[in-house]
Structures are given as structure tokens and as C-alpha cells.
């Protein structure tokens, strides 16, 4: 009979904050496994070395490498995946001979912690049990002595090996936040605090619940000093001023307050592009630059770099026009504003919702400038040749804003006009059957050999350009994610695969 293996939280580091249940275990146990970094005593062994009983085997499970580099052909990944799947028989072997094996995990088992590379290679073939321990950051919140969260604020835990920029970014957009994995990180975390306007009411604890505990503000760490047993906490703003309801509301994109006294400030609507940084215009990264509030759809919000003094207000995807009165709202009572758009904000953007919105008499005096952006046709168009070289529509298949008959009078006026056709918004998980129908439509007018472009993702990650034909076009691979572009019947696809339709047209 096969033995059990458990999974056993012990805690951050005072032995006393391991559980009733996970001390009986581990007193029970035939094999004590733990990490440990070569050449370094386990912290998880050293919190639970009371209760491990004398006559029970010691499997130590040292990493071969802890930073990101390594002589294995794979790489450090490389290397730490045959860590684990070594580590993993060792641990089978105990427990095919019907021994109990309980791994020990510092904090929380499932929690960043090393217990979850054995469960998933080992909790299907035998019969398993996770108990749970205090994680680290529970530990160290009472050390700070501090509320973390309160009432509906929302607490976001970040590794300090994210990217600073997105550090940045989810600094600024959370309520309350722990960082963990600091160490060498800690120079780069500092900054995304202060990026994020967070630094102030950061605080920084290290070594919680252990001998040698400190806790002082983040600011004030000297960077050389800090270990890998250490995290940052930034409290919830409860008790610091009211971003925390600002945010709420943000996020809703509800309307703001009345507009105060004061002149109206220069309303800013840009276009981001279509994805690169380095498509993003210079004036455009002059205008972000110098706002103090950016607003828009949450994806294109997060494009934008978070730096000290600026604040985000993003929301979803339905809300246009509640965004664009909440951008004109702040730009009334004179604060820099800058709503953003994919692409160009003038093409299916937010260009017309905020002239829509600035209707309203309440704000004739707040001026708005369009920044112009590269447009995701542009980008298509590029990556494929020159398929709107001559006369082009542009079009969007979705009907949430304008009855399908419109769309479908429209697209058989520029089938019969024989000019090039992009479509924008061709498919999403509730428009399915559009991309069909405007085949459909598009083959009663045109050649089944017309050239059609489909671009997926453009300029992101996971672009791909495919050149096929209307007849030859799978409505089923199409989604929110493409741009299609129909050609007229001049457009032609040259010997090299490049795509391009002529200026001029044959009598």
C-alpha cells in the first residue's frame, strides 16, 4: 500500500504560528522532505526542527541554481525543471514504499511556495493532503501593525520580479497591495512605488515573525541591505484621503462631481496605435507626458507608462460615453486630461464619443484636440504591401451601435463601387455569424477570387498576416483580434507575396 504524502505549511518563521494540525503531522511523519538553496541551511526545516521526530528519514531538496542563469542547456527553467522532476522521484520512491512523506513548505503551501511543483507531479498518483499555513505577508502585516484592507478595498499581491513599468501600473490601480520577492529586486520596486504615488505609506517589513525583525518606512531602505525574507506592504488609503473611492468610481465610470470654479483646461483625445511603443507618435508621448489623468478603455490605460503625479481611470468597454463625461468632468475643473484610444481615436475611437459628450452646454467652454495615432488599416495594410493604395473604405461589422441592415446596405454600396475594403470589429464571442453574412454579400458583387488580408494582431505578440481569397475565407477564424481588408478587383498579389492595389483604374 502506497504511503500519503502531505503538503505542510509551517508558517512564516516563528515556530509557535505553525497550526495544531500540521504539527501533528509532521510529529507522525516516516519522511520530512524540504528545499533548501545549495550549501544553506532550510528555513522551513529550522522552523519545524522541534517536531520532527528522531527516527524520521530527511529528504533536503537542494535547487541547483536560485537566480536566472545556469549552465543546463535549458536554462535556468531547464535546470529547475529537472530539479523537480528529480526531486519528484525521490519523493515517489518513500511513497511507493508505504512510508508517509510530508514536504515542508515555509508560509502558505500553494502560496509562491515550492510544494506546488511536487503536487502537480505527485497529487495524482497518490493520495494527498495540503494544510495550510500563515503566509508571510499575514506575518508581517501584524508586525507593521497596520490595517492592510478595509471594508471593500481590493488587495493585489505582485512578485517584485514583474516588469517595472507593469509593477508600476498595478501599484497604481489597486487599493492595498503586498510585494513579495524582494532581494535584488528592491531598487526597482522602490521606484514603482513612487511611480505609482505609493511610496509614502509603504511599508517595508523584513524577516517577519523571525529573530532579527525589522520593519521601517520603504523610503527609507538602503537597498544593499535587503534580503530575500522580506515584502512591502501599501495600506489600503482608508485613512489617507479618498483614492480609494476615487478609484471605485473609476472604475464604474460613473460621472464626477460637479464642475468647480476655475478655467476649463485643454481636453486631449490620443491615439495610441496599434500596439508597439514605438508606433506611438512623438506628439502623442508629448501629450501623455504632460497630463495628470489619462482615461479610457482598461487595456489601453495600461499601455500608458505609470509615472509620479498621474493618475488612471480606466473602465470597460460599453461605456463610452459615461468616460468621455467623466474626462470632460475633470477637464472643466482644470486638471490635464488625456483620453486614449487603440489606434487612431478618430477612427471607431473615442474621438466622437467625447464630441458627443461635450454636446452638452455644461461644457462649451472645455476646448478638445485630437492626437492623431497610426491606425490598426495603416498597420495591416503595411505588414501586407500596399492594399489601399487607390480608393478604400473603411467600415466596422459590429451592429451594437447602428441596425445590420445599414452595415449590409453599406457593404453591398462599396462591393458595387469596386473599392479596396477594410473591416474593423469583423467577429466577437457574441457577433458570430457577421463575418459570414458579409461574405456572403461581398460574393454577390465580387469575384470569389477577390484578395482578401486578414491581420491578426498586428504589431503584438502572436501577429499573424494571412493572404487568402473571399471565396477561400473561413468566417470561423476570424475574431475581435483581426482586421480584415477586401481588395477591388485590381488588387493583386505580386510574385514575392506583397499585396497591392494600383492608383490608377482601366477604362
Known sequence: MNGRFHGVGVG??????????????????????????????????????????????????AYPVTTGTADHPGGYE???????????????????????????????PLFYGSYMYMHDRLAGRYETEVVPGV???????AAAASPLAR?????????????????????????????????????????????????????????????GERRLPAAEVDPGTVPYFSL?????????????RERARDRAAAPAAPRPAGPAAELLVVGLGPGPDHWLTPEAREALAGVDH??????????????????????????????ARHALDLAAGGGRVAVVSGGDAGIFGMATAVFEAAEDPRYRDVPVRVVPGVSAVQAVAARAGAPVGGDFAVMSLSDRLKPWKVVEHRLRAVADADMALALYNPASRSRTEQIATARRVLLEHRDPDTVVVVGRDVGRAGEALE???????????????????????????????????????RP
Not at 503566509?135 to 502585516?141: I, L, Q, S
Not at 505582485?158 to 532581494?183: F, H, I, N, S
Open 232 to 244: 512591502v506592504l501599501v495600506p489600503g488609503d482608508s485613512r489617507n484621503g479618498t483614492r480609494s
Open 294 to 323: 489619462v482615461v479610457g478603455y482598461g487595456p489601453y490605460v495600461a499601455r500608458v507608462p505609470q509615472r509620479p503625479g498621474l493618475t488612471r481611470h480606466a473602465s470597460g468597454n460599453t461605456v463610452e460615453l459615461d468616460r
Open 151 to 211: 471594508q471593500t478595498d481590493v488587495l493585489t499581491v505582485l512578485p517584485g520580479t514583474l516588469p517595472e513599468p507593469e509593477l508600476a501600473r498595478r501599484l497604481a490601480e489597486t487599493d492595498a497591495a503586498v510585494v513579495m520577492k524582494l532581494g535584488r529586486t528592491f531598487p526597482a520596486v522602490r521606484r514603482a512605488l513612487a511611480a505609482a504615488g505609493r511610496l509614502e505609506h509603504a511599508v517595508y517589513v523584513e524577516r517577519a515573525s523571525m529573530e
Open 467 to 505: 493572404v487568402t481569397t473571399l471565396a477561400a475565407l473561413d468566417p470561423a477564424a476570424v475574431d475581435m483580434r483581426c482586421l480584415l481588408i477586401v481588395g477591388a478587383s485590381g488588387t493583386r498579389v505580386s510574385a514575392s507575396g506583397r499585396v497591392w492595389t494600383p492608383r490608377w483604374v
Open 12 to 61: 512564516p518563521g516563528d515556530p509557535e504560528l505553525i497550526t495544531l494540525k500540521a504539527a501533528r503531522l509532521i510529529a507522525a511523519a516516516d519522511v520530512v522532505a524540504y528545499h533548501h538553496a545549495a550549501g544553506k541551511d532550510s528555513n522551513a526545516r529550522r522552523i519545524a526542527a522541534a517536531l520532527i521526530p528522531p527516527a524520521a528519514v530527511l529528504e533536503p531538496l
Open 135 to 141: 503566509p508571510a505577508f499575514a506575518a508581517a502585516t
Open 78 to 108: 531547464g535546470a529547475l525543471a529537472d530539479f523537480y522532476e528529480e526531486s519528484a522521484a525521490r519523493l515517489a520512491a518513500h511513497l511507493d514504499a508505504g512510508r508517509d512523506v510530508v514536504l515542508l513548505s515555509e508560509g502558505d
